[in-house]
């Protein structure tokens, strides 16, 4: 298991060896600020190259759950006696770290306490979001159940993420919605210092988390093998805040939207998505592609 300090000359070590073996497949991207609702949004497009490289290599025939075997050279190390962490062998944002659970759950569960430890023991390792996509419509692209985590600062020199712009406006420990955000969600801020007992943060991520699903309105729904989801959703979480925002579709037109949008960070395949997004605003990607607020 993963011993404090460790991960990340682990996940450094795992990383230059996938790249020299072939198994790791960064997406190269071209990046373009967009300014909208008060947040600089950055908008990743892929390279023409890298596009042709990409919709290749994914155009092959694919396992149906490539999580059960996992490619051994993206293995990065044991979380937990229920997770594993890997690469995500075609990044963006490098190092993307996958947290998987070790036997198969389906991506519509609801996240629980074992869940929320193994993010948080990654997350103690260094500054980092966290995030979760619950179900297709929400961008999850496999039904494996697996949590995402990308380093930060997401667009340097800034820190955080670049909706930090907005979520910094609300303090204060209670469950809230952000000024600004045109789309349904709950918001919630988590104690300084947290990240320095995993277990703790995730007893308390674990409770705050059903209180977003609660707050946005979708609370779980029984079901034979465990509360589900009653609605697509994004999950995002920092070592300051969680943010959670409810799904209505996958797509903005033909641009996928998933919780890396909603932390202000888009992904465009070609110029003419990047119009799109441009011409529409980002604030309204989004918005399109979650739920009216309940002021809205």
Not at 61 to 70: A, D, G, T, V
Not at 85 to 96: D, E, R, S, T, Y
Not at 137 to 144: E, F, I, N, V, W
Request: glycine share 6%; net charge positive; charged share 20%.
């Amino acid at each position: 298991m993963i011993q404090p300090g460790a991960l990340w000359p682990i996940l450094a070590a795992r990383t230059a060896a996938a790249l020299d073996s072939g198994a790791l497949r960064p997406i190269e991207t071209t990046q373009r600020f967009v300014d909208d609702g008060g947040v600089r949004f950055l908008v990743r497009q892929v390279s023409s190259l890298a596009r042709k490289a990409l919709d290749t290599a994914t155009g092959k025939s694919k396992p149906s759950n490539p999580f059960r075997p996992y490619e051994e050279a993206l293995f990065v190390a044991d979380v937990s006696g229920t997770h594993v962490a890997l690469l995500n062998k075609f990044n963006v944002i490098p190092p993307h770290l996958l947290i998987v659970t070790r036997r198969f759950e389906d991506q519509e569960l609801i996240l629980d306490i074992r869940d929320f430890q193994a993010l948080w023991t990654c997350m103690a390792e260094f500054d980092a979001l966290g995030f979760y996509n619950g179900g297709t419509p929400a961008g999850a692209s496999q039904p494996h159940k697996h949590l995402q985590m990308v380093p930060l600062p997401m667009a340097p020199p800034a820190p955080g993420v670049p909706m930090d712009a907005l979520l910094r406006s609300t303090q204060g420990p209670a469950i809230t919605t952000v000024p600004g955000l045109p789309f349904a969600h709950a918001f919630c801020r988590l104690p300084r210092g947290i990240e320095r007992n995993p277990t703790a943060a995730a007893e308390l991520s674990e409770t705050r988390y059903l209180e977003l699903l609660t707050a946005a309105r979708i609370p779980p729904i029984p079901a034979p093998d465990g509360p589900r989801q009653s609605v697509p959703y994004n999950l995002l979480l920092t070592r300051d805040w969680m943010l959670l925002v409810p799904r209505s579709r996958e797509r903005f037109e033909d641009v996928s939207v998933n919780a890396l949008a909603y932390a202000g960070s888009l992904f465009v395949r070609d110029d003419a998505q990047m119009e799109r997004v441009i011409r529409a605003g980002p604030m309204r990607v989004l918005t399109a592609a979650g739920m009216p607020s309940k002021s809205g």
